[in-house]
């Protein structure tokens, strides 16, 4: 999880995230993708 700006913010968005000097590409969601009742395919 991080945090993104608002123009960035919409589902679907590709954006690059920097965590700890390296570059990681994401897409952002519109929920979390934790499942703690395990209802979904854990991915």
Do not use: H
């Not at 991080?2 to 519109?30: H, K, N, W």
Request: charged share 35%; aromatic share 12%.
């Amino acid at each position: 999880y991080t945090y993104v700006p608002t123009e960035y913010a919409e589902a679907g968005t590709s954006v690059q995230i920097r965590c700890e000097g390296e570059l990681y590409d994401a897409t952002v969601r519109d929920e979390p993708l934790f499942d703690p009742s395990r209802e979904k395919i854990i991915r």
